[in-house]
T-cell receptor, first 116, second 112 residues
Framework: GAVVSQHPSRVICKSGTSVKIECRSL??????MFWYRQFPKKSLMLMAT?????????EQGVEKDKFLINHASLTLSTLTVTSAHPEDSSFYIC????????????FGPGTRLTVL | KQEVTQIPAALSVPEGENLVLNCSFT??????LQWFRQDPGKGLTSLLL?????REQTSGRLNASLDKSSGRSTLYIAASQPGDSATYLC???????????FGKGTKLSVIP
């Protein structure tokens, strides 16, 4: 149990386009999900906290108008990178709070975004 | 602000050896600590979670310990195998928050 999926796993797009990444909790409900960004050989950097039914909370330095987050249901959060630029190229990973007593987070397999 | 440090940054061992990965954190007011594994280009796989009230957790060949007062955790891997090669990350949630702060990881290579 506690499986999180992401779609797509890999995407290549042109500069100026928008890209949507989906994060789904497959076998549990998650009122809270998190979006991370990871640069090569670096650790994960939290971008924002996604709460079902309310606005996302963004970390300092993360542009909310560029990285749109929608947590429309208890099993789905989406991250839309708007007007993508090459510097947005990165590995994006989501996680979902399990809601179990231990409040464990489960992570998706990640999405590799390349902006040309 | 919570800071998490992992030592060593990289480790190479021959197959069959037992090994220890270290994690330290600056703010001991945590309510759990998680160890993850990340394979190249992949997401994170949760290995073990230790609650602040626990001192250790075991799963197969893995054993994680937690000394909250000293701000340290160790991940012990017994009888290492080439398939254990990956980057191991430890992470703790912030005070009053579920947001995780990660260490930079230890890249483990197990040589056949």
């Amino acid at each position: 149990g506690a499986v999180v999926s992401q779609h797509p796993s890999r995407v290549i797009c042109k500069s100026g386009t928008s890209v949507k990444i989906e994060c789904r909790s497959l076998d549990f409900q998650a009122t809270t999900m998190f979006w991370y960004r990871q640069f090569p050989k670096k650790s994960l950097m939290l971008m924002a906290t996604s709460n079902e039914g309310s606005k996302a909370t963004y970390e300092q330095g993360v542009e909310k108008d560029k990285f749109l987050i929608n947590h429309a249901s208890l099993t789905l959060s989406t991250l839309t990178v708007t007007s993508a630029h090459p510097e947005d190229s990165s590995f994006y990973i989501c996680s979902a709070l399990s809601g179990r007593a231990v409040n464990e987070q489960f992570f998706g397999p990640g999405t590799r975004l390349t902006v040309l | 602000k919570q800071e998490v440090t992992q030592i060593p940054a990289a480790l190479s061992v021959p197959e069959g050896e037992n090994l220890v990965l270290n994690c330290s954190f600056t703010d001991s007011a945590i309510y759990n600590l998680q160890w993850f594994r990340q394979d190249p280009g992949k997401g994170l796989t949760s290995l073990l979670l230790i609650q602040s009230s626990q001192r250790e957790q075991t799963s197969g060949r893995l054993n994680a310990s937690l000394d909250k007062s000293s701000g340290r955790s160790t991940l012990y891997i017994a009888a290492s195998q080439p398939g254990d090669s990956a980057t191991y990350l430890c992470a703790v949630p912030g005070a009053g928050s579920y947001q995780l702060t990660f260490g930079k990881g230890t890249k483990l290579s197990v040589i056949p």
